[in-house]
């Protein structure tokens, strides 16, 4: 069961601080880079894997 928490932790750390690196951009005065796309997509994919964890467990 722990094991299950820290990859839940470690996804959790991935889809923040993402978030974060796109808010940066976002304050710099720039929100439509290449590299915020990119963020938002591991985001959504982060977010799967969260919601599918959370069924199988």
Do not use: K, Q, Y
């Not at 069961?1 to 940066?24: N, Q």
């Not at 304050?27 to 290449?34: E, V």
């Amino acid at each position: 069961m722990v094991l299950v928490g820290a990859r839940m932790l470690a996804l959790v750390h991935v889809l923040l601080s993402r978030i974060f690196d796109m808010r940066e951009t976002v304050r710099a005065g720039d929100p439509a880079l290449p590299e915020n796309a990119a963020r938002l997509r591991l985001v959504a994919w982060c977010l799967l894997m969260i919601e599918v964890r959370r069924w199988r467990f």
